[in-house]
């Protein structure tokens, strides 16, 4: 009898998570931020994190440092590590209102994306895009996921945003393979929009 209500608490838990939680795909990202950059964190607190911003890839800014919300790791998901003064990422940011504060996009933390010795990690967004994902340690956490050179991933977002008209056009005739490309992360970007306009 134990493990019966056991299983159907891990049943129910899981149910929820699937209900409530729908993973934020790069073309998303891309779309919905008003900010996406590369940035350091330079101070912790309670409810927020301090970064210095060194490189805005979307976006119009002019300050150097802003204050963003914390994610907070929920029942469904979680940081790929604790905040700390140091980790470099980068992030994808919206502001709700004029003046207001920045957030992070994605329930599941997908609006940030850890950078080491210039190799950005990209946690597994949960569908099949005819790549397995692998685990790296990352410190004292791991992350599943994939690895990707960090001058691959800012060339590939300026090239979607600047182009992202004619992919959607490409897609929508089943010509997305026409696209040419050899940038690994611009691939993963293409095949999540033509999984996003297929669905």
């Keep these: 009898m134990k493990q019966i209500i056991i299983l159907?608490?891990?049943?129910?838990?899981?149910?929820l998570c699937k209900a409530d939680y729908t993973t934020t795909k790069l073309p998303e990202l891309l779309k919905s931020a008003n900010l996406i950059i590369e940035c350091r964190?330079?101070?912790?607190?309670?409810?927020?994190?301090?970064?210095?911003?060194?490189?805005?890839?979307?976006?119009?800014?002019?300050l150097k440092r802003i204050t963003v919300e914390r994610f907070k790791n929920w029942t469904c998901a979680s940081r790929w590590a604790s905040?700390?003064?140091?980790?470099?990422?980068?992030?994808?940011?919206?502001?709700?209102?004029?003046?207001?504060?920045?957030?992070?996009?994605?329930?599941?933390?997908?609006?940030?994306?850890?950078?080491?010795?210039?190799?950005?990690?990209?946690?597994?967004?949960?569908?099949?895009?005819?790549k397995s994902p692998k685990e790296y340690q990352l410190g004292f956490s791991t992350i599943r996921g994939f690895r990707f050179k960090l001058n691959d991933v800012k060339s590939a977002i300026k090239e979607y945003l600047n182009n992202v008209a004619t992919i959607d056009r490409l897609i929508s005739d089943n010509?997305?393979?026409?696209?040419?490309?050899?940038?690994?992360?611009?691939?993963?970007?293409?095949?999540?929009?033509?999984?996003?306009?297929?669905?």
């Design 8 to 15: 159907f608490t891990l049943f129910l838990i899981t149910s």
């Design 83 to 130: 905040y700390k003064i140091g980790q470099t990422e980068l992030m994808f940011l919206v502001k709700k209102s004029k003046g207001g504060k920045w957030y992070i996009i994605g329930s599941g933390n997908e609006g940030e994306m850890p950078i080491i010795d210039n190799q950005l990690y990209y946690k597994y967004p949960y569908l099949s895009i005819g």
């Design 41 to 62: 964190v330079t101070k912790v607190l309670t409810e927020t994190v301090d970064i210095e911003i060194r490189e805005v890839l979307k976006g119009d800014i002019s």
């Design 175 to 199: 010509l997305a393979k026409e696209y040419k490309t050899d940038n690994p992360f611009l691939i993963m970007i293409i095949k999540e929009h033509n999984v996003l306009k297929n669905q």
